[in-house]
């Protein structure tokens, strides 16, 4: 008998997973806590290994389409000059694929039409599972639905995580991040390019998404932004001109305001006929943009065990022994490069930026080697 499959959020996580179980032949449902999959004003960059799976979904140019393709990435001081820069030419040409910027309501709307909006059920916020012969979702509504399988994809704060593997400490990393998207003639230099500058104790990052429009992000260390009462472009205002104007661009109601925060890594994922994917299993800090493309290869090694025809349980038991290392090893790296990229004192950041542009590129070549191959999945 079908199994009946319930994956729970419909961030880029779950409908990716929903996705690539409809192509394998399953009927998901996915309950989403909004009423409308209308993700915060922001953009994202889905990175070559992300964008490999969807490759293989064939979905690729639809994606690369919507965005920007990126070629590209650079860590710069806060006067734009350069302090890393990585290449990505070499991994096109190996893979296929491209890095691409997009708005993330762009992307998430390209996986709800893959999906089905059909298979997609909006306004439906979990209050409480109970597991019996099988699971029994009860809403904020009043309704209930019952379902063998649960995936939980309902990001850092993940009720299904609570509930079923009661685990889960979320940690501060003593930052605020600023993000927002402005319409502005990017110059042609940063047109397939990701920067990020690195100031004292602040950073700030941009990156086209489309024709017109740049996304970017701020970020500062908490206690200058207690100490401190100033707009955001007075906070910034020892950094390029360019970024001044992306901020001045962009309407204050479409700036976001969150903290930093990630998941101390959990050993448990997978647990009888339920499992975590995406934040829910191992929220990172957006300091290495791997985030949302890790969630995209937990559910590609979802699909492709189930689509096996795997047994539930030793699927979701492989799936957790294939992804749990890669995964913690990006949010141990990314925490570090978050602590890295906000040091304040003046003599460390000149030896930091030195220690840095004498790497060798066969370094940076190393770890995106290790973050872009795809192959153990499935």
Same mark, same amino acid.
């Given at each position: 008998?079908?199994?009946? %499959?319930?994956?729970? *959020? $419909? /961030? !880029?996580?779950?409908?990716?997973? =929903? @996705?690539?179980?409809?192509? #394998?032949?399953?009927e998901?449902?996915?309950?989403?806590?909004?009423?409308? %999959?209308?993700?915060? *004003? $922001? /953009? !994202?960059?889905?990175?070559?290994? =992300? @964008?490999?799976?969807?490759? #293989?979904?064939?979905?690729?140019?639809?994606i690369?389409?919507?965005?920007?393709?990126?070629?590209?990435?650079?860590i710069?001081?806060?006067?734009?000059?350069?302090?890393?820069?990585?290449?990505?030419?070499?991994?096109?040409?190996?893979y296929?694929?491209?890095?691409?910027?997009?708005?993330?309501?762009?992307?998430?709307?390209?996986?709800?039409?893959?999906?089905?909006?059909?298979?997609?059920?909006?306004?439906?916020?979990?209050?409480?599972?109970?597991?019996?012969?099988?699971?029994?979702?009860?809403?904020?509504?009043?309704?209930?639905?019952?379902?063998?399988?649960?995936?939980?994809?309902?990001g850092?704060?993940?009720?299904?995580?609570?509930?079923?593997?009661?685990t889960?400490?979320i940690?501060?990393?003593?930052?605020?991040?600023?993000?927002?998207?402005?319409?502005?003639?990017?110059?042609?230099?940063?047109?397939?390019?990701?920067n990020?500058?690195?100031?004292?104790?602040k950073?700030?990052?941009?990156?086209?998404?489309?024709?017109s429009?740049?996304?970017?992000?701020?970020?500062?260390?908490k206690?200058?932004?207690?100490?401190?009462?100033?707009?955001?472009?007075?906070?910034?205002?020892?950094?390029?001109?360019?970024?001044?104007?992306?901020?001045?661009?962009?309407?204050?109601?479409?700036?976001?305001?969150?903290?930093?925060?990630?998941?101390?890594p959990?050993?448990?994922?997978?647990?009888?006929?339920?499992?975590?994917?995406?934040?829910?299993a191992?929220?990172t800090?957006?300091?290495?943009?791997?985030?949302?493309?890790?969630?995209?290869?937990?559910?590609?090694?979802?699909?492709?065990?189930?689509?096996?025809?795997?047994?539930i349980?030793?699927?979701?038991?492989?799936?957790?022994?294939?992804?749990?290392?890669?995964?913690?090893?990006?949010?141990?790296?990314?925490?570090?490069?978050?602590?890295?990229?906000?040091?304040e004192?003046?003599?460390?950041?000149?030896?930091?930026?030195?220690?840095?542009?004498?790497?060798?590129?066969?370094?940076?070549?190393?770890?995106?080697?290790?973050?872009?191959?795809?192959?153990?999945?499935?």
């Open positions: 008998m079908e199994k009946a %499959i319930a994956i729970i *959020g $419909a /961030g !880029i996580g779950g409908l990716t997973t =929903a @996705m690539l179980l409809k192509q #394998k032949g399953f998901p449902t996915v309950y989403e806590s909004a009423p409308s %999959i209308q993700p915060v *004003g $922001a /953009g !994202i960059v889905m990175a070559n290994n =992300a @964008m490999q799976v969807y490759k #293989k979904a064939g979905i690729q140019h639809t690369e389409q919507a965005g920007n393709k990126i070629t590209v990435m650079k710069t001081d806060e006067r734009l000059k350069p302090i890393s820069v990585m290449e990505l030419s070499k991994y096109e040409s190996v296929g694929v491209y890095n691409v910027a997009i708005h993330r309501a762009a992307l998430q709307r390209i996986l709800a039409e893959e999906t089905g909006f059909e298979n997609i059920i909006l306004s439906k916020r979990l209050l409480r599972i109970e597991q019996n012969e099988n699971y029994q979702l009860s809403f904020e509504d009043g309704t209930v639905a019952h379902t063998d399988v649960v995936i939980g994809a309902d850092i704060k993940s009720v299904v995580r609570k509930q079923l593997f009661n889960g400490e940690r501060d990393a003593q930052q605020v991040c600023w993000r927002g998207i402005c319409e502005m003639n990017l110059s042609e230099k940063y047109q397939h390019e990701a990020e500058l690195w100031g004292k104790g950073r700030f990052g941009f990156v086209k998404i489309s024709d429009k740049v996304y970017w992000y701020a970020v500062a260390s206690w200058l932004v207690k100490e401190n009462s100033q707009s955001l472009t007075e906070l910034l205002n020892e950094f390029h001109p360019e970024v001044l104007a992306m901020i001045n661009a962009t309407p204050q109601e479409n700036i976001f305001i969150s903290d930093i925060t990630d998941l101390e959990i050993s448990t994922w997978a647990k009888d006929k339920a499992c975590l994917l995406g934040d829910a191992h929220a800090t957006p300091n290495m943009g791997q985030g949302a493309c890790q969630a995209v290869e937990d559910a590609y090694t979802i699909a492709q065990l189930l689509g096996a025809g795997k047994e349980k030793d699927a979701f038991a492989s799936y957790e022994k294939r992804r749990i290392k890669k995964a913690h090893d990006i949010v141990k790296r990314s925490w570090s490069v978050g602590k890295i990229s906000h040091i004192n003046g003599a460390l950041i000149w030896l930091r930026n030195i220690a840095m542009k004498s790497l060798p590129g066969s370094a940076n070549n190393k770890l995106l080697d290790k973050i872009f191959d795809i192959s153990n999945l499935g």
